[in-house]
């Protein structure tokens, strides 16, 4: 059974940084996706970043600029750098995974859209960002 354990979280002031990683215990596809998501109490759950193994990448709007999401395959592990932090990005933020535009047939932004797509969760970690 894969398992995502994610880690990085923390809280910090408005303008600071943090490094989010999952890591993954094995990889199931030979197309996959993986993305992070994230939810704020009482908000419903939405998504940030996402990468495809063909390279393709997503990011919501409002992280544009400031978060980059990147992959090393050797390591297992997916990364979200998150620069310029704000007081709205504060959430739990959870990284997910599932097959990839090359099994699914639909473009990673389509699979961004639908969550179910993604099969297997991490446990979530929280990002305070205090103004």
């Known amino acids: 059974e894969v398992q995502l354990v994610e880690s990085g979280g923390g809280s910090v002031q408005s303008g600071g940084s943090l490094t989010l990683s999952c890591t993954t215990s094995g990889y199931r596809y030979s197309s996959y996706a993986m993305a992070w998501f994230r939810q704020a109490p009482g908000k419903e759950r939405e998504r940030v970043a996402a990468?495809?193994?063909?390279?393709?990448?997503f990011y919501a709007d409002s992280v544009k600029g400031r978060f980059t999401i990147s992959h090393d395959n050797a390591k297992k592990t997916l990364y979200l750098q998150m620069h310029s932090l704000k007081p709205e990005d504060t959430a739990t933020y959870y990284c997910?995974?599932?097959?990839?535009?090359?099994?699914?047939?639909?473009?990673?932004?389509?699979?961004?859209?639908?969550?179910?797509?993604?099969?297997?969760w991490g446990q979530g970690t929280q990002v305070t960002v205090s103004s």
């Open positions: 997910a995974d599932g097959p990839g535009p090359g099994i699914l047939g639909v473009s990673l932004l389509s699979i961004t859209t639908r969550p179910d797509f993604f099969d297997v």
């Open positions: 990468i495809a193994s063909d390279g393709s990448t």
